[in-house]
């Protein structure tokens, strides 16, 4: 379990199939060592690995072709940046929202602008995912936890103030890159509550 706090952005130090799958290897000197060791989740821009070991500062872990298929991971190469946040402790201040790690779809940004000292930006999503969007809900983004502004058809809209352009991958974004979207987990077993399943 996350909160979409990102802690730190690691750098993509290594990228090696294996078998179809593929190993990734982070640095992540800005993450205090303390938070990663082997077996633990960490969240990479929003999905969900384990960390299988460990060379000082760099971190490997797998990657399936399942996440390949469903998240951005699949398109990085040596060098980009990724958003990192450990797992959830005990204790640990819940300061953005639930987030699994499991990401439901990939979004594309459709829009850009400078809002006073923030940055406004538009999302596109899969059809299927807008009836769990709602203005003022939470929606996670690269593994950031955003509050969204307002919902049109397939899009939608959040702020990002400077801190977060600055201290997350989403400062680095263009009109059209694609991003890892994930709902709030609370809508999701909301939805399916009261989906009627015939027994």
């Known amino acids: 379990m996350f909160t979409g706090i990102i802690l730190s952005k690691g750098t993509v130090a290594s990228m ?11 640095d992540a000197t800005g993450l205090e060592a303390a938070r990663l060791g082997i077996g ?3 969240s990479v821009q929003g999905a969900c690995l384990t960390v299988t ?9 797998d990657v399936s072709r399942e996440t390949l298929a469903k998240t951005t991971l699949g398109g990085l190469t040596v060098g980009s940046h990724v958003n990192l946040e450990p797992s959830l402790r005990a204790g640990d201040a819940l300061g953005g929202h ?3 790690g499991h990401v439901d779809a990939l979004g594309t940004l459709r829009a850009l602008a400078q809002d006073a000292r923030s940055w406004r930006m538009e999302f ?6 807008m009836r769990f969007v709602a203005p003022k809900g939470s929606i996670c983004i690269n593994g950031v936890s955003l509050t969204v502004n307002k919902v049109e058809e397939r899009r939608f809209d959040v702020n990002i103030i ?5 201290v997350t991958t989403l400062g680095e974004l263009r009109v059209g890159d694609p991003v890892n979207i994930e709902i709030d987990v609370v809508a999701r077993y909301l939805e399916r509550l009261m989906t009627k399943t015939g027994t």
């Not at 090696?16 to 982070?26: P, Q, T, V, W, Y």
């Not at 070991?53 to 872990?61: D, L, M």
């Open 16 to 26: 090696a199939k294996r078998g179809g799958d593929l190993e990734l290897g982070i």
């Open 98 to 100: 639930m987030v699994s």
């Open 162 to 166: 400077p801190h977060t352009h600055e």
């Open 124 to 129: 596109e999503l899969p059809a299927g995912l």
């Open 40 to 42: 633990d989740s960490i």
């Open 53 to 61: 070991h460990q060379q000082g500062p760099v971190f490997f872990a």
